[in-house]
């Protein structure tokens, strides 16, 4: 019996067989890539930072949705769905939105996040779209790199404002307040100070659009430090639609300033507003204290104050020393209706309910650092606030908050993978922790409730041990790894003990690839256990720097910010020799990269010898090869230093001598990964600020992978062994997956060929899968890929004719597929039935007929009794064998 399905070239990865080519050149690599497409986890945990939040304020139900690097997202059904509407475009980290309250179709945004932390993306300037996000075009203002505020006049559409912060990590002029009146087709710097100093914030007067407000704030990131504040921040005013402006000091403070926010009382607009960062002197001030809120914990929160006007900002006066974390936050609000209610977002959100006299922390259930805020004009008791796990609405003025969790804007540092069928993957996300994610689920897809919480804090790297899928190793920020174990529910922490110890934010760990129950993690010296952590032993010197000048952070500016973020002179990337165990290279963050043969017994800096690398760039990877002992990879990162470029090479003598690898890549997009491929030592993958890369020779040319695809950060890149998935950890847009097991059957020797089929990911069967869901639409679900796999198929030449057949062993039960015929990688989809039935556990025939030719090769089907309690303890087979071994 047969099933006959016409499909047009559908899906995924392919490769075997194949025949002498005739004399024609390879389809290019984007041909080869074209039908690839990616599957996004989405948000199935915690969801990423939320910079801007714009309303349209007659319909609130359609708002817009501002992350710090994922791009834009619209709702239309007050945050039931969103909708991506802004992630192809050249940058997308985002600081400002603003919509149109003539026309909601009618959006601008400022690129390149405002908070100025240390993973901060940046952006080339403002866009605009008037036809709701299906089309936009760069407005100009590329040089600015982060907008802080764009503000529209409500008055006449053509005339917009945009505060621009400039360079975080180096000057240029191209900072302060920008105008256009001819809807961006022009612009005029109408508010300036020095190449150091920008805007972080301009908005106007709610019934007088020619009265403007304007903070102008100096900030500065390097690699080891952070400074906010300067002679030239301040508040300022115009009366004359920004052709004149004034700085306002009349009761603010007479000492440095830093960071200003500051609001209207939409009512009352002479009513205002500010939190003021600035130097306190105690001395000059200890008999002139407002309330300070000593109780729950707001004591910490002084840098600088809250103040008030009620002259339409001409003179202030200081109600509170509250101000938490100014650099990060800075966004007051009071209530339109009730200038007794006032908030002031910070890690948590601080309410006043007496005019700012005392204020408390609200007792909320909404993750922490509140960003954007947003209160409807005409309903006070609705709230919009996005956080670093994404946007919270409440009904009832903030007694009460619901998420609204369809955002996928994760920023992923790090990613791993375990073993199990269907495997988990696991990472760790800036401000969100480690989580682990199954990739299949017998409801249909992968949701939230899914995942595992393994971590707390920032998360950073995690490992899987390879042989035992119940010990996962995470880690936050500043060395914190710990162990645990999943089956019993125990964790333990592992860091390593002693003085002098240096630990990157992010610090590196990698399980040695010879024993799982060795381990390397990388401090300013790199240390090594044989015990899965639980003792640990030097095995270098110090392999930085060790610069002093460059390890006392938090000193500078106005405010002091000891995070640990700047800790320096540290390793941040690790690998060991596949093939020859003790053969460890590791790369630190001031630029050296160093190599040991012999476990550590002696080591030698390479990273002298890498050609055209400025001095102290930062090594984001080093990736010894699988394929020879002594071919290493490397790639760096200069943009700590005011560098954009992209730097990647690659060494075959241990790191001797080095070939630098950039034919392809754009002047400016910053690398931060390089793997190999898992079968194919001609393929490479590149991760970038703004994109993922594929080479096919082995780093001559690289192209960039389009499909469905964003424009977005790639932090990690991991291959799993068993199912060819490359699993893609970015920074703005969570988790993706992508078949690449034709890619990883596609090297220099098979490209020679006419036609290739590829031998197909194998099939899971998932037992009885329920596809019914009852959450409603608000959550968010990643379809599954199970079961079923895609039949990849390479031609050399466009053909006439491609059929596929899938059969079982005796032949006679069978599906055939109409395939492409394009040149270049073709796809066909197999959903693991024939005759419209799920097939059993066993070996399928597939069959390949191009223009009269069969090529043949085989795809398996894998039974799994279930993925609900018995995967998750390890029962990968359903038979009561967990199957664990060291």
């Not at 969801?47 to 710090?68: L, M, N, Q, T, W």
């Not at 403007?212 to 900030?219: D, G, I, T, V, Y």
């Not at 375990?418 to 682990?436: M, S």
């Not at 409603?776 to 679900?781: A, E, I, K, S, T």
Request: charged letters at 25%; glycine letters at 12%.
């Amino acid at each position: 019996m047969k099933t006959s399905l016409a499909l047009a070239a559908l899906f995924i990865p392919l490769v075997t067989v194949a025949q002498t080519p005739p004399q024609t050149s390879n389809p290019s690599v984007a041909d080869i890539l074209a039908p690839l497409e990616a599957r996004s986890l989405g948000p199935v945990n915690m969801g990423g930072r939320v910079v801007a939040i714009s309303v349209y304020e007659k319909d609130p139900r359609i708002f817009f949705v501002a992350s710090a690097s994922g791009g834009l997202f619209r709702t239309e059904n007050g945050g039931t769905t969103f909708k991506p509407i802004f992630q192809s475009e050249s940058s997308v980290s985002l600081g400002a939105v603003s919509v149109s309250q003539t026309d909601p179709n009618v959006i601008w945004v400022g690129t390149g996040e405002y908070t100025s932390r240390n993973s901060v993306a940046w952006g080339d300037g403002v866009y605009k779209t008037t036809d709701g996000g299906k089309t936009w075009a760069n407005m100009g203002l590329k040089e600015t790199m982060h907008i802080g505020k764009i503000a529209l006049d409500p008055h006449d559409p053509n005339t917009v404002y945009v505060a621009a912060l400039g360079r975080l990590w180096g000057p240029n002029p191209e900072r302060g307040v920008y105008k256009t009146t001819d809807g961006g087709k022009t612009w005029q710097q109408v508010l300036s100070s020095d190449a150091n100093t920008g805007a972080i914030d301009v908005q106007l007067d709610p019934r007088n659009p020619k009265v403007l407000f304007a903070s102008m704030w100096e900030r500065r990131r390097w690699a080891y430090d952070f400074s906010t504040g300067g002679v030239n921040c301040g508040l300022f005013k115009s009366t004359d639609s920004g052709k004149h402006w004034r700085r306002i000091s009349r009761g603010l403070p007479s000492t440095l300033l830093g960071r200003i926010g500051f609001t209207f009382y939409d009512s009352d607009p002479k009513v205002m507003m500010a939190t003021v960062e600035y130097k306190i002197d105690a001395d000059a001030e200890k008999n002139d204290k407002p309330h300070r809120p000593s109780d729950n914990g707001i004591v910490k929160q002084y840098a600088g104050g809250t103040f008030w006007s009620t002259d339409g900002g001409e003179s202030w006066k200081r109600i509170s020393y509250l101000n938490p974390r100014p650099w990060y936050f800075s966004t007051p609000r009071i209530d339109p209706v009730d200038t007794k209610r006032l908030y002031v977002p910070g890690d948590s959100l601080f309410l006043s309910d007496d005019g700012g006299k005392t204020f408390d922390t609200a007792d909320v259930k909404v993750h922490p650092d509140f960003h954007a805020f947003w209160i409807e004009p005409r309903d006070h008791n609705h709230l919009l606030v996005g956080t670093d796990g994404g946007v919270f609405e409440s009904r009832d003025k903030g007694a009460t908050w619901a998420m609204l969790n369809g955002l996928p804007i994760g920023q992923f540092y790090a990613v791993a993978f375990d073993y199990r069928k269907p495997y988990w993957i696991y990472g760790g996300l800036q401000d969100n922790g480690c989580w682990g994610i199954p990739t299949q689920t017998t409801k249909g897809g992968v949701a939230f409730y899914d995942s595992l919480s393994v971590g707390g804090g920032d998360g950073f790297y995690c490992q899987a041990d390879p042989n035992d899928w119940s010990t996962i190793y995470t880690e936050s920020q500043g060395g914190a790894i710990s162990r645990f174990d999943l089956e019993k529910g125990g964790q333990r922490g592992i860091r390593p003990r002693g003085q002098g110890n240096r630990f990157n934010w992010s610090t590196p760990f990698i399980i040695s690839p010879h024993n799982s129950r060795t381990l390397y993690l990388g401090g300013n010296r790199l240390f090594k256990t044989i015990n899965r952590g639980d003792a640990w032993k030097p095995i270098s010197p110090d392999l930085t720097t060790n610069d002093p000048g460059k390890q006392n952070a938090g000193k500078l500016g106005v405010t002091s910010d000891r995070s640990g973020a700047e800790m320096h002179c540290t390793i941040v990337t690790i690998s060991e020799s596949p093939t020859k165990p003790g053969l460890i290279y590791v790369g630190t963050d001031d630029g050296l990269v160093q190599v040991t043969q012999d476990d550590g017994a002696t080591w030698t800096e390479i990273g002298k010898n890498v050609p055209d690398l400025p001095r102290n760039t930062w090594c984001s990877r080093v990736t010894a090869s699988k394929y020879e002992e002594g071919r290493v990879y490397a790639t760096f990162d200069g943009h700590r230093g005011n560098d954009f470029k992209p730097y990647v090479y690659v060494s075959e003598d241990f790191g001797k001598t080095w070939t630098k690898l950039n034919n392809g890549l754009p002047d400016e997009d910053n690398v931060y990964v390089i793997t190999e491929g898992e079968k194919n030592s001609d393929l490479l993958y590149l991760g970038s600020e703004k994109s993922l890369r594929f080479s096919l020779d082995r780093g001559k040319t690289w192209t960039k992978f389009k499909g469905n695809f964003p424009t977005v950060a790639v932090h990690d890149l991991k291959v799993h062994p068993r199912e060819l998935d490359l699993i893609i950890g970015t920074h703005g847009r969570g988790l993706w997956t992508l078949d690449v097991s034709g890619l990883e059957q596609l090297d220099k020797d098979a490209l020679s060929k006419d036609v290739v089929l590829a031998k197909p990911q194998n099939v899971l069967m998932l037992g009885r899968v329920s596809r019914a869901a009852w959450e409603g639409d608000r959550l968010f679900m990643a379809s599954n890929t199970q079961p079923g796999t895609r039949v990849q198929y390479y031609l050399r030449k466009a053909a006439k004719s491609a059929t596929v057949r899938i059969s079982d062993a005796s032949g006679n039960n069978y599906t055939d597929y109409t395939g492409g015929t394009n040149a270049g990688l073709n796809l066909v989809e197999w959903s693991g039935r024939i005759e419209g039935r799920l097939v059993d556990p066993g070996d399928y025939r597939v069959v390949l007929t191009v223009d009269g030719k069969e090529y043949a090769t085989s795809v398996h089907v894998d039974g799994v009794a279930s993925v609900t309690e018995p995967a998750r303890r390890g029962d990968e087979d359903g038979d009561g064998d967990r199957g664990r071994k060291r």
